[in-house]
């Protein structure tokens, strides 16, 4: 049993202002493992004037200052892997092999964002003008559950980069997590009031920090419509707004594609970190005559693929984080049965054996139509909805027919056609043939799923603000 009863204000780990105790839950037994108590706005508002404070020197650090700090930070998390990837699996349920990558990433952030910062300009001229980046304030970061080291080191590495002092809310189902990586920070010896974290809920901590006039931005990651709250909120306030929201991907497979390759790493590609991944490819379109093949295909490669114990080395799904997530899951699954989904394989309830934890039925649905619940909603579960196509043209109408715009991912022999018809999908990244992310390249998505860009000189660029200087050379006689 883990109890937190510290948040990480001004370099100490204080008692909180706020008392709110809740539960955290092992998702693969449903068994509490630990308690956090929660902050609460006063506690915010705390950690704001520690950042506030911080910024007046650490705006003033040098790039190789905060070079060596990123450096800090990415030993500071490797030191600490093993604890961190058990926080992972008992407290988030990402089978084993995930969590040892999600470590992995989250300490590579820092390094990814040191080459970016050695290599940035921060002093350019234009014209008869002098053009300087500065570090825009104290950041606000609120990340979500289902990827909690990941995004924090994300948008703190730029931060640092930048020379801003940050606020943190992480997820308040990820306080195990949240405990581990902030005593990696407090062991990287960051200078006092630089890395603030508040654990709390988003109607307190997070309307604080929204509201707050001495928070200069807001990075926020998670919902759409929490996204849209917060950049409602930050208005009055005039903030720099941030936004890595939901996703509802197409993956498109040509006609001339290898469908023996290309339908399996689909069905990877939308169950990625146990489906609950914004930018999982949940709509695979596919042409009309293969249909059948295609569902042959999907069956054979979700019946290899091991749901249960995440601690297990061959598990590739593990549980949904909370009873919450789980029901509404399950409640998708009932739509697209109801609506008329043909169900190829997976459906409702627990997989067998697997009572104990809120584990979900990898579940994939053909004969899907795009006016029904499961090709328009985000799910954030285990569930693949094929939909087909007749001609290339309407594959693409197909694509870019959702409000979101996060994630595409498309499949086919000649590569001159992929590219082109990735340059027509509206989307903030598109994967070819099976390709990896990038992670020095920008993040984010077009229309609902956001608003600007993380990881890189991208991610660094939008903790700055830009100042011009003309006159810089001229002596005044």
């Known amino acids: 049993m883990r109890n937190i009863e510290r948040i990480y204000v001004n370099g100490q780990f204080v008692k909180p202002y706020g008392n709110e105790v809740q539960d955290l839950i092992n998702p693969s037994t449903k068994e509490v493992i630990g308690r956090v108590t929660l902050g609460n706005a006063e506690d915010a508002r705390r950690a704001i004037a520690a950042a506030k404070e911080a910024f007046k020197t650490f705006s003033r650090t040098t790039v190789e200052e905060r070079s060596q700090m990123l450096h800090r930070l990415h030993d500071a998390i490797m030191a600490y892997s093993d604890a961190l990837m058990e926080a992972n699996i008992n407290e988030y349920g990402a089978p084993k092999l995930a969590a040892i990558g999600r470590v992995h ?82 062991k990287a010896n960051i200078p006092a009031g630089v890395i603030n974290v508040v654990n709390g809920l988003g109607q307190t901590v997070g309307a604080e920090m929204t509201r707050n006039p001495d928070i200069a931005m807001i990075s926020f990651t998670g919902s759409t ?31 001339d594609a290898d469908f023996s390759t290309a339908i399996p790493t689909a069905i990877k590609q939308c169950f990625t970190n146990n489906g609950q991944a914004c930018v999982a490819g949940t709509r695979l ?20 693929m091991k749901v249960g114990n995440p601690w297990d080395e061959d598990t590739i799904l593990g549980p949904i984080v909370t009873e919450k997530q789980y029901n509404q899951v399950q409640r998708f699954i009932k739509s697209g049965i109801e609506e008329g989904a043909e169900l190829v394989i997976g459906g409702e309830g627990h997989p067998d054996g697997l009572q104990r934890g809120y584990f979900v039925k990898p579940t994939v649905f053909a004969h899907v139509t795009e006016d029904m619940t499961i090709a328009k909603e985000e799910i954030f579960g285990p569930v693949l909805s094929i939909l087909t196509y007749t001609t290339e043209d309407e594959a693409i109408e197909m694509a870019n027919n959702t409000d979101y715009g996060l994630g595409a991912y498309l499949s086919s022999s000649n590569i001159e056609k992929a590219n082109e018809l990735a340059s027509r999908i509206a989307a903030g990244v598109v994967l070819i043939n099976g390709a990896s992310f990038e992670m020095k390249a920008p993040f984010g998505g077009f229309k609902h799923s956001g608003i600007g860009r993380e990881y890189g000189v991208h991610g660094l660029e939008e903790c700055l603000e830009t100042k011009t200087i003309t006159g810089y050379d001229s002596v005044l006689k």
């Not at 609120?142 to 909690?148: G, L, V, Y």
């Not at 809310?169 to 920070?185: G, R, V």
């Not at 379109?285 to 290899?304: G, N, Q, S, Y």
Request: positive net charge.
């Open 105 to 186: 990433l989250a300490a590579a952030n820092f390094l990814d964002t040191k080459q970016a910062l050695e290599e940035f300009e921060f002093v350019k001229y234009i014209g008869k003008a002098k053009v300087v980046s500065e570090p825009i304030g104290i950041i606000g970061i609120i990340t979500p559950w289902n990827a909690s080291y990941s995004q924090i080191t994300a948008k703190l590495a730029s931060a640092i980069a930048a020379g801003c002092p940050v606020v943190i809310k992480p997820s308040e189902l990820s306080a195990i997590q949240t405990q581990m990586i902030t005593e990696c920070f407090h």
């Open 225 to 255: 419509l929490v996204g849209k709250e917060i950049r409602r909120g930050a208005v009055d306030t005039m903030k720099r707004v941030t936004l890595e929201l939901g996703g509802k991907s197409p993956n498109i497979i040509l006609d």
């Open 285 to 304: 379109l596919v042409p009309k005559h293969r249909l059948e093949e295609v569902k042959r295909l999907a069956k054979e490669t979700v019946e290899t």
